[in-house]
């Protein structure tokens, strides 16, 4: 039996006629019948009230153990999926929605549907929808348009992942939302790369006093971030695993807590230790033999948190390796001492301003800013002047009190400079702050006190001051775009940050990007012919465009894989094609394949009608 439309299927389903097999995926349908019974009406739907900005701090809060851990994670993915238009989500582990970072034009339609941090996206509240979904099913869960119970949430397609900890903990789920038709396969694959990583980092913080033995299918995979983990206890109770592992060996999380080494190895730690110590060893199970090898707890010593310096230094580097690490991939190509120069400016209360153009990690860069400076654990607030609408931009920065003006929501907003009081305010694209605010937000450098709209007492606040931006400012200001005094208050020592094609050797940077991201780990390195592609592309979006491709590229391919031009995208592999030695080189690759032109295309890594125009044959 041929299979419906979704639209057919849907309407069928509605009436309570049965759907020929593959007509709707069994998750989606499965779903439309748990909010079929609970009694939600497709058409009718009334919204719960939106968190106040306090209920929404202390939800915030709560996760925040997890959150900043992710942060990293959640940034790059950001990144890789502002360009397509879309929207990033992060709700926690009731689906309420705590953060959304997005593209402009796809944020005015999230707002529309109530997609927005403080509501909740439940699917007994939300129907069937990619976050809450995900979370019933535990895993990952992708609705696209009509595949969303509720009419009113057809105009999205959602992917989205629910991330665990170590303990098979629920915590919360990543999702990117955007319009259905600019939702693909490449984009579900980037989500679940980022959870992959995130619970890693959960793994790797949460179970140091834990003996851990890694699984894979062969040796070389030990050392991958998609090997099975397993965390036992001195007693050789099992207390943390990850996803691969539990499916690895056929089991769920209750085996957590309740399982022992001996059950699953088939002989005692005490008896492993003695045999294998930590080498590689063959495990079987039922699902056949697998590669494992044991890493001993780490010793109490090596455990404690240093002491810090009263200059806010640690003597070690374990409280400052995500600066330190952040610093070492960006520091690839830049200015020697630039972030310590910033550093040193951001500590003495003298607000850093960043020119560069889009793209070249300036996002990046004031992560690595904040993470090494005396501020560190206080907050990192970031505002990009550029993304928010001008009509909001001003409610956005100082707040405003209930009944400020029509939509306010109750109990007022915050704002987001009293949010980093304490901490770092991060002005992202401020050459393109409305002329209007300028001198708002010149007064509060100046005199340190909010006053939000609507009325109310100014309240005192304290923060650091770094802006960015891809504009000449000197240039705005001569034009009478943007204030003089307003530049030279941020403008005491500009730092430039150079574009990627003026930082040296780009394949070296891709592959510290592509270390950064595992893939080092995972066997993925660059064959030469895609590095001297990397080195001559002249990367017009920066260090975010490099960075964007080496993730997706990353998501996509196997482990031990040797990246080539053929990996591309079509829009960049013609340009990846040789271009030294011109004809001379297609028709060698022609030879090579004895006139076959699809064959030798294919060896270039590009098409055959790209082969037959450079030798003018099209």
Not at 13 to 28: H, N, T, Y
Not at 92 to 97: A, Q, W
Not at 253 to 265: I, K, M
Not at 410 to 416: D, E, F, N, T
């Amino acid at each position: 039996m041929t299979p419906l439309s979704l639209t057919e299927a849907r309407r069928r389903f509605l009436d309570g006629a049965d759907l020929p097999p593959c007509s709707v995926p069994e998750s989606i349908l499965r779903s439309w019948r748990r909010c079929q019974g609970l009694g939600l009406d497709v058409g009718r739907w009334r919204p719960p009230s939106r968190l106040t900005e306090s209920e929404l701090s202390d939800r915030r809060d709560e996760n925040a153990d997890w959150l900043q851990l992710a942060r990293p994670t959640i940034d790059a993915l950001f990144d890789s999926v502002l360009d397509d238009g879309h929207v990033l989500i992060v709700a926690d582990r009731s689906g309420l929605i705590l953060d959304e970072m997005g593209h402009p034009d796809f944020l005015d339609r999230a707002e529309r549907v109530a997609l927005t941090p403080g509501m909740d996206w439940r699917e007994d509240v939300r129907g069937t929808n990619a976050i809450g979904t995900a979370l019933v099913l535990g895993g990952a869960a992708t609705v696209r348009g009509g595949e969303h119970f509720l009419e009113r949430n057809r105009q999205l397609s959602c992917t989205a992942q629910a991330i665990h900890d170590p303990q098979g903990q629920l915590l919360g789920v990543i999702d990117v939302s955007g319009q259905p038709r600019r939702l693909h396969d490449a984009h579900r694959l980037q989500v679940e790369a980022a959870v992959r990583h995130i619970e890693q980092r959960l793994f790797d913080r949460q179970t140091a006093r834990l003996h851990e033995l890694r699984l894979a299918s062969e040796p070389a995979l030990l050392a991958t971030p998609r090997c099975g983990r397993l965390g036992f206890d001195d007693e050789g109770v099992l207390r943390a695993a990850n996803r691969v592992a539990l499916a690895s060996l056929g089991l769920d999380r209750t085996a957590l807590g309740r399982s022992r080494f001996v059950d699953l190895c088939g002989q005692s730690l005490e008896h492993w230790l003695s045999r294998h110590d930590t080498h590689v060893a063959s495990l079987r199970h039922a699902g056949g033999v697998l590669s494992a090898r044991l890493l001993l707890a780490r010793p109490p010593a090596e455990l404690a948190v240093p002491q810090r310096e009263p200059s806010g230094r640690s003597r070690e580097t374990s409280s400052a390796e995500p600066a330190n690490a952040a610093a070492g991939m960006l520091g690839v190509g830049l200015p020697a001492g630039l972030l310590d120069t910033a550093r040193r400016l951001l500590d003495a209360d003298i607000p850093v301003l960043l020119l560069g153009e889009t793209g070249v990690g300036k996002e990046r860069f004031v992560q690595a800013l904040h993470a090494g400076c005396s501020r560190r654990g206080r907050p990192l607030v970031a505002v990009n002047c550029a993304a928010i609408p001008e009509g909001l931009i001003e409610s956005e920065l100082f707040g405003y009190e209930e009944g400020a003006f029509t939509g306010a929501r109750r109990q007022g907003s915050k704002g987001r400079l009293r949010e980093a009081d304490g901490g770092v305010l991060f002005l992202d694209e401020i050459g393109d702050m409305p002329a209007s605010l300028q001198a708002r937000l010149l007064r509060v450098l100046q005199e340190r006190v909010v006053q939000p709209l609507g009325g109310g007492a100014g309240q005192r606040v304290d923060v650091r001051i770094v802006a960015a931006t891809h504009r000449d400012l000197a240039h705005e200001v001569a034009a009478g775009r943007f204030r003089a005094d307003l530049y030279y208050r941020l403008g005491h020592y500009p730092l430039r940050l150079p574009p990627l094609r003026e930082r040296g050797d780009v394949a070296q940077i891709a592959g510290a990007l592509l270390a950064d991201h595992g893939g080092a780990q995972r066997g993925i390195t660059l064959s030469p012919e895609l590095a001297a592609f990397v080195r001559r592309y002249p990367w017009p979006g920066n260090l975010r465009q490099l960075d964007n491709l080496l993730r997706t590229l990353l998501a996509l391919v196997d482990d031990g894989t040797l990246l080539t031009p053929t990996h591309l995208p079509d829009t960049l592999r013609d340009d990846a094609a040789p271009q030294a030695g011109g004809d001379a080189a297609l028709q060698a690759a022609l030879a090579r394949h004895g006139g076959n032109a699809s064959a030798a295309a294919r060896a270039l890594g590009i098409s055959r009608s790209t082969l037959y125009r450079r030798l003018g044959r099209g």
